[in-house]
């Protein structure tokens, strides 16, 4: 199968991705895993892509695409793979559609996986890490033994920045406002399927596998 996975910062979007592609046998993709090899296998793409990182600028698409193209070309992705990161728009979306279209195939089905804001903000907001050791914990998922030190080290707990309320709102509206023409466009091509993101991660699993099968044949 081909796949693409989407949903907003909080969904538990990696996790999911790994656990719906070894359930599937296929391999997970993700545009981070293809920069990082790409940079370190010393690419002409990696060492492009690098020069706009280290200026702090965003990688243009084209070289996007190229890396995307290069890795969907391999052996273990001939039967199916599951995109993570990628498409993020619909221009990146429609040259998608042109690649695979070249190697005879089409993506089978998008998945979306569905959170409510507030409960993004709940899940992320709990998050407290440790000064001393990096560890992460949760106010409510996973507390420490005592409120504000780290189990693991004694460390002292803080809130990052990326972890507060309104930062994490902001996340979300960005991420709704540059998402929801890519959603439309699947829409569209009739590949799209929701999945609600809450509760447990393996009836998350659950609900996307199910959810897949319906698109398989
Ligand atoms: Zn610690």
């Not at 023409?181 to 659950?206: C, K, M, N, R, W």
Request: proline share 5%.
């Amino acid at each position: 199968m081909r796949v693409v996975l989407v949903g907003p910062p909080g969904a538990g979007k990696g996790t999911q991705a790994q656990f719906i592609a070894s359930h599937l046998s296929i391999p997970k993709i993700s545009t981070g895993d293809i920069f990082r090899a790409n940079v370190s296998g010393g690419t002409e793409l990696g060492r492009l892509a690098k020069e706009y990182m280290d200026r702090g600028d965003l990688v243009p698409d084209e070289v996007t695409v190229a890396m995307v193209r290069d890795r969907l070309s391999e052996d273990d992705a001939k039967e199916g793979f599951l995109l993570d990161g990628f498409p993020r728009n619909v221009p990146q979306a429609e040259v998608l559609k042109k690649m695979l279209a070249e190697f005879g195939t089409s993506l089978d089905v998008v998945l979306n996986l569905v959170v409510e804001d507030d409960e993004v903000v709940r899940r992320l907001a709990g998050r407290r890490t440790c000064r001393s050791c990096g560890k992460v914990w949760h106010l409510v998922f996973d507390p420490p033994a005592t409120e504000g030190v780290c189990d693991a080290c004694g460390g002292e707990l803080f809130q990052r920045d990326d972890d507060r309320e309104e930062t994490i709102r902001r996340r979300l509206e960005v991420y709704q406002e540059q998402t929801a023409p890519l959603i439309s466009f699947y829409a569209d091509e009739g590949i799209l399927q929701g999945v609600d993101a809450t509760g447990p991660v393996e009836e998350i699993t659950h609900r996307a596998m199910s959810a897949l099968r319906r698109f398989a044949d």
